[in-house]
């Protein structure tokens, strides 16, 4: 499905009035295709600044909390960035605009299936996606200069916080999955980590292990 001229506008300026105003952020979320992302029923609404529901029960953020969570980041194209919850496979590929290599991981198999048929599609050859755990982060690539979770935590991971570079950032949804969250910002110091508030957000829960699709 080709994004028409007018819905693409809409999309852009829904962005820019919710706060997203950082130039290469809206460079990358116009080049990106959410329709790519979204199947069935529910792709025609693709572009509209709605979370919607994507396999295995999860769902595709709202494109504006998408680019605000992705301005709060400050990804620097010599970044290699770790997301945790691939989903749809979207923020992913916002990331993988901005980003030297991206790497993300979901707990079920599918939706890292699902999101690598996409990528491959758009030819997006700098995204690793891996059917993992997130909770434990990804050792074997650490550190990350960016770790953005796209899962609600109850705290920010202590695995993922320790895969963070001096100087790096995480940006984390906090707070009771059934309940308002709130975005926070976590930037790792040479002595230990700042915190900074962002805004309310409501993300699906991130879930320990394993899910067996
Ligand atoms: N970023 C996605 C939306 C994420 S929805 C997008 O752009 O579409 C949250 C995702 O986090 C879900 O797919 C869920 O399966 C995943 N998740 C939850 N707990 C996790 C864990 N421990 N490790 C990895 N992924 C997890």
């Known amino acids: 499905m080709t994004i028409d001229a007018e819905a693409k506008m809409q999309f852009l300026f829904a962005l820019r009035s919710r706060g997203v105003m950082d130039k290469r952020v809206l460079e990358a979320m116009e080049k990106i ?27 595709i953020s709202q494109p504006s909390v998408v680019g605000l969570m992705t301005q709060a980041l400050r990804v620097e194209p010599r970044h290699k960035v770790l997301e945790i919850g691939t989903g749809s496979g979207y923020q992913a590929a916002i ?22 048929a996409v990528f491959d ?12 755990d997130g909770t434990r982060g990804l050792p074997e690539q650490a550190p990350f200069d960016r770790i953005l979770i796209t899962a609600a935590a109850e705290d920010p991971p202590g695995p993922l916080l320790n895969e963070l570079k001096p100087g790096g950032i995480m940006v984390v949804p906090v707070g009771q999955s059934d309940a308002v969250q709130v975005l ?4 790792r110091t040479e002595t230990g980590f700042d ?3 962002l805004r309310h957000v409501r993300f ?6 394993m899910s067996g699709d």
């Open 33 to 59: 295709d959410r329709g790519a992302f979204v199947k069935g029923l529910f792709a025609e609404r693709a572009y509209e600044d709605m979370p919607l529901p994507i396999a295995c029960g999860q769902t």
């Open 121 to 132: 599609k758009l030819n997006l050859t700098n995204i690793t996606a891996m059917a993992a």
């Open 95 to 116: 990331l993988s605009q901005l980003a030297r290599r991206v790497y993300t991981l979901d707990r079920h198999r599918r939706l890292v299936a699902e999101a690598q």
């Open 184 to 187: 926070i910002k976590v930037t």
């Open 204 to 209: 699906v829960p991130l879930v320990e292990g």
């Open 195 to 197: 915190y900074d508030e």
